[in-house]
């Protein structure tokens, strides 16, 4: 399971964000170079549609391969009351053949991405993973070099972190209260739920460039 | 002061040039394995008396008994909407969980020279993606033997939920190295020794070895679990067109 929230911010603050979070933190960014390729089942194979995202990490020497299954969400009424969305994930390392695989057993490109940012890594009461990066689509099949920002100005930021169904409620307090350190820059949500790009952004951006993050937020 | 043996000597001796051999072999610090399957002669079959006469012979050149062994096999068959659709799909979609490698998982098709190292992890994706379904599972289970620098496994290959046996098996690991080409002439001089050992009990049958051409798995000459994946998957191809062949 992964607990997870997502926002978007204009790429002009992004410098601030990357401020804030280093001193939030206290740890250094990590390069985001992402090829994301989504996969889906084709149309006689298995009783329900299924899809599934291999990701290429490009910032390695040797690029590795990791295979995610995205599930559903948790529902019901204590789903609702919480603002992260809480899901099933799996992943599991792959070598770089899995693409062949995938497709001999008959699944189908559906779409690919590029997401080029940062991330940072750290814990803080859970395991948190924040990722801000631009979305970009490829105009060739697999020609990341060549690929092309999808809402220019705009990156995307994620905040996730692993759980299980027996800490998921001491994850999403965590997460949440971490969120919170974020709110003047940014707004974030379940994945789904767009609330655009928050008006606090540019003076709270301005502030942080201003002293280098020593401003309490 | 201990005489040195003329270069005549060393070889004229078999044991103390393949002994020399390993010593050098082993600066390569790494592993090799092949897979052997039995291969019974015309009108016999396997059993336990035949995989006992093969333990027993890897005791009577020196194999000290070690723990047990296994590994699983299982055979996935895509899950259709439309049945008569099947033959658009992979027959011999295998994934294989080895002993020495708890935490990987091997895919491998075949037919389409596919072996794919994943974590185990990648069973619980499967499950989730419900497009292909485990059809048959088969144990492949032993017990390991120490024999100088090789490592032996023999054991028998039996289907889940059955005892009713399929074949017998027998891996051999040297551990001291991993280049293939210079492991095959170790491991000639293992099958020397082994076949030797073997005549004497007039079997109904030989160990056989089909080496898959792993180039064309895109495997390199290095030995990884991988290559041994696929020597798994080559030896139950095998298996099963006999058991198709007798039916």
């Known amino acids: 399971m992964e607990c997870v929230v997502q926002g978007i911010i204009e790429t002009q603050h992004v410098e601030a964000l990357e401020i804030l979070l280093q001193g939030l933190c206290g740890v250094h960014k990590e390069r985001l170079r992402m090829h994301e390729l989504c996969l889906k089942s084709g149309p006689n194979l298995g009783h329900v549609p299924s899809e599934v995202r291999l990701l290429c990490d490009l910032e390695q020497p040797e690029p590795t391969w990791t295979v995610k299954h995205v599930g559903g969400a948790m529902r019901g009424a204590g789903a609702d009351q919480i603002s992260v969305l809480v899901r099933t994930m799996v992943e599991s390392k792959a070598s770089k053949n899995v693409l062949r695989l995938f497709y001999a057993l008959g699944y189908k490109l559906d779409h690919e991405l590029l997401r080029v940012g940062f991330a940072f890594h750290f814990k803080r009461g859970a395991r948190i993973t924040v990722r801000v990066s631009s979305v970009n689509k490829m105009l060739k099949l697999h020609a990341t070099d060549e690929a092309v920002p999808v809402t220019p100005g ?64 | 002061m201990v005489s040195r043996p003329e270069t005549s000597e060393i070889e004229s001796d078999p044991v103390l040039v393949t002994c020399l051999n390993f010593q050098i072999l082993k600066l390569f610090g790494v592993i090799l394995q092949r897979v052997l399957h039995w291969q019974p002669n015309a009108g016999t079959t396997v059993n336990t008396q035949i995989l006992n006469e093969v333990s027993q012979c890897v005791e009577s050149i020196n194999g000290v008994k070690g723990g047990r062994w296994k590994a699983t096999l299982t055979l996935y068959k895509p899950a259709l909407r439309e049945q008569s659709l099947v033959g658009e799909f992979p027959r011999d979609f295998w994934g294989i969980s080895l002993p020495e490698q708890p935490n990987k998982y091997y895919f491998i098709i075949r037919t389409q020279r596919i072996v794919m190292e994943a974590d185990s992890s990648i069973q619980a994706i499967m499950e989730k993606l419900q497009s292909y379904k485990s059809r048959a599972a088969l144990y492949f289970e032993g017990f390991q033997y120490q024999v100088g620098d090789f490592q032996l496994r023999v054991g028998k290959v039996v289907p889940n939920h059955s005892e009713n046996m399929r074949g017998i098996i027998m891996e051999v690991e040297y551990l001291p190295l991993s280049s293939m080409e210079k492991a095959r002439l170790v491991m000639e001089d293992f099958f020397d020794i082994w076949q030797e050992a073997v005549s004497k009990r007039s079997l109904p049958g030989h160990f056989m070895h089909i080496e898959p051409n792993f180039a064309e798995f895109g495997l390199s000459d290095h030995y990884s679990s991988q290559h041994t994946a696929v020597q798994y998957a080559t030896v139950m191809a095998q298996l099963m067109a006999v058991q198709a062949v007798r039916n």
């Open chain 1, 154 to 217: 705009i990156q995307m930021v994620e905040v996730t972190s692993p759980a299980t169904s027996e800490n998921y409620s001491e994850v999403v307090a965590a997460m949440s209260s971490f969120c919170e350190y974020l709110a003047p820059l940014l707004h974030l949500s379940k994945p789904g739920v767009s609330t655009g790009v928050v008006p606090t952004a540019a003076a709270a951006a301005a502030s942080l460039m201003s002293d280098g993050g020593g401003t309490t937020l």
